[in-house]
């Protein structure tokens, strides 16, 4: 038995399967990545010791080893080393991707859950698995999706509608890549509405208000690319559908007309008039930081002859 296995065994350490079943269920809390661990992240170090209901001294326990290339002694909390091991086991098991490999998808050193891990996560926090399409957990591949549709170049003669969607089954491609769509959204535009600014995150922090709203709609076979895109509270996202409002080109709100003519008590909440009082003609979105990722004029051209003008 090594020296640190033997350590581990005196503490009662738990098992390397046990620290990664915390791991993995803390990191989907964590919408799907959490910076390394290190003198900088105790706070989610501590979290797990209390998970997992160590002791005083199986927390502060130091053991010591020799750093070959150094050739000097470094000591260091034996419970560490085993969150390290842990965590590096279960990288090599595709778990999670190693800071090393998340660090050139993010920029960032971060342990990040994979398609696997997060399939895991969800089994051992027993959440239904069907609720991954609408959570904002950012696996190391929906990462990959979300950078290349921020990254990618933008077209001049874009086509919003997708014409091969009509005969194409649902994929487990097509599945990573709405989720994708769906990050690169919300994030672009700080998870808040374009319309009236609403910001809020469910209790548990695993979910957003605003949706990630497709300005040709999926059922027109809208493409999910950031540009077919706009961030939009769920009743903005309804009138939006619905047609009560549409964007022009340089990204200002044009208003239904028959807004002026719905019965004077609809489109309250409380006393708050929400319809007339939010949706403020000619004023425009917020828009995201990059001007390459902002919404394009065939996207919006379709929604105004498509929808908007068909309902006034
Ligand atoms: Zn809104």
Redo the contacts with the bound molecule.
């Keep these: 038995m090594s020296y640190e296995s033997k350590i581990f065994k005196e503490l009662s350490l738990p098992n390397r399967d046990e620290v990664i079943h915390v791991l993995l269920m803390s990191l989907l809390k964590r919408n799907g990545y959490i910076k390394e661990f290190g003198s900088g992240n105790q706070e989610f170090v501590n979290e797990l010791a209390d998970l997992l209901g160590l002791s005083i001294q199986q927390r502060s326990f130091l053991m010591q080893t020799i750093v070959k290339k150094e050739g000097r002694i470094k000591t260091f909390p034996a419970w560490h080393r085993l969150l390290f091991r842990a965590a590096d086991t279960a990288a090599k098991e595709n778990l999670l991707s190693h800071p090393k490999d998340t660090l050139k998808i993010t920029g960032k050193r971060e342990w990040m859950l994979t398609e696997k891990g997060c399939d895991e996560a969800f089994r051992l926090s027993k959440i239904p698995i069907v609720r991954k399409q609408e959570l904002p957990i950012i696996t190391y591949e929906v990462q990959k999706i979300k950078n290349s549709l921020e990254k990618a170049e933008r077209i001049k003669n874009y086509n919003p509608v997708d014409t091969t969607k009509r005969t194409k089954i649902t994929t487990r491609e097509s599945l990573l890549r709405s989720r994708g769509f769906r990050q690169a959204i919300i994030q672009s535009y700080d998870y808040r ?6 910001k809020i995150a469910s209790p548990d922090n695993l979910t957003w208000e ?1 949706e990630a709203a497709h300005i040709v709609p999926n059922r027109f076979y809208g493409k999910d690319d950031i540009w077919n895109g706009i961030a ?6 309804w009138s939006f559908d619905v047609g009560w409002f549409t964007l022009r080109n340089d990204f200002t709100i044009e208003v239904n007309d028959r807004i002026e003519k719905i019965p004077r008590e609809h489109g309250y909440m409380g006393n708050f008039d929400i319809l007339r009082q ?1 949706l403020k003609p000619n004023k425009s979105i917020v828009l995201p930081k990059k001007n390459s990722i902002f919404p394009h004029e065939n996207a919006i051209s379709w929604h105004r002859n498509n929808i908007f003008l068909h309902t006034k």
């Design positions: 509405c374009c319309i009236c600014g609403l605003v939009l509270c769920h009743f903005h996202h939010s």
